[in-house]
Antibody, heavy 123, light 113 residues
Framework: QITLKESGPTLVKPTQTLTLTCTFSGFSLSTTGVGVGWIRQPPGKALEWLAL???????HYSPSLNPRLTITKDTSKNQVVLTMTDMDPVDTATYYC???????????????WGQGTLVTVSS | DIVMTQSPDSLAVSLGERATINCKSSQSVFYRSNNNNYLAWYQQRPGQPPKLLIY???TRESGVPDRFSGSGSGTDFTLTISSLQAEDVALYYC?????????FGQGTRVEIK
């Protein structure tokens, strides 16, 4: 059974750096084809893809946010960490992490999602 | 970036009737390398994370009721709910995952008439 859970601060101040942790179970990030990504959703708005790390440590970022984002994985801890620098009130959103599997017969996109964590940016 | 545009933004359908949501991509999401459209549909109920319904444009995820179906190719796609049930009230998003950055549509809200 695959589960993911996001954790981190619920409130950050403008210009601070946000660090979010995705702790997962039921799969290994050392398995070929596996990836974990981050997606956010501002209140009442659409989903926005942020970053993705693959089993082989290949990483991809949203070009519009790239300079501010860093994604890392710790396979031994079953965790993926996302950092976002220079936070602004417009970054207020629910942040989700999600599992992705590539390979024969799979979807290649996000099939399992965490419940999300709401991060508010305010002074 | 590939822009995903959904229509309509919202629709109200009577219970048991058909609901149709359209999604148009600014570039083709069909890739000849594996003959697939890199297009997915998600359902998001209030207060819940998105749930994968359809991938490869028309493949139903395991456990998804067969009243949900996806069709289309290239740049034009459709999600159809053949007989709307009360539990289908939700936001629906299309997503392309063939080109970085992966992008989502703006969402379509489905309600009961």
């Amino acid at each position: 059974q695959i589960t993911l859970k996001e954790s981190g601060p619920t409130l950050v101040k403008p210009t601070q750096t946000l660090t979010l942790t995705c702790t997962f179970s039921g799969f290994s990030l050392s398995t070929t084809g596996v990836g974990v990504g981050w997606i956010r959703q501002p209140p009442g708005k659409a989903l926005e893809w942020l970053a993705l790390v693959y089993w082989d440590d290949d990483k991809h970022y949203s070009p519009s946010l790239n300079p501010r984002l860093t994604i890392t994985k710790d396979t031994s801890k079953n965790q993926v960490v996302l950092t976002m620098t220079d936070m602004d009130p417009v970054d207020t959103a629910t942040y989700y992490c999600a599992h992705r599997l590539g390979g024969h017969g799979t979807s290649y996109t996000f099939d399992y999602w965490g419940q999300g964590t709401l991060v508010t940016v305010s002074s | 970036d590939i822009v995903m545009t959904q229509s309509p933004d919202s629709l109200a359908v009577s219970l048991g009737e058909r609901a149709t949501i359209n999604c148009k991509s600014s570039q083709s999401v069909f890739y000849r390398s594996n003959n697939n459209n890199y297009l997915a549909w998600y359902q998001q109920r209030p207060g819940q994370p998105p749930k994968l319904l359809i991938y490869w444009a028309s493949t139903r995820e395991s456990g998804v009721p067969d009243r949900f179906s996806g069709s289309g190719s290239g740049t034009d796609f459709t999600l159809t709910i053949s007989s709307l049930q009360a539990e289908d009230v939700a936001l629906y998003y299309c997503q392309q995952y063939g080109s970085i950055p992966w992008t989502f549509g703006q969402g379509t809200r489905v309600e009961i008439k």
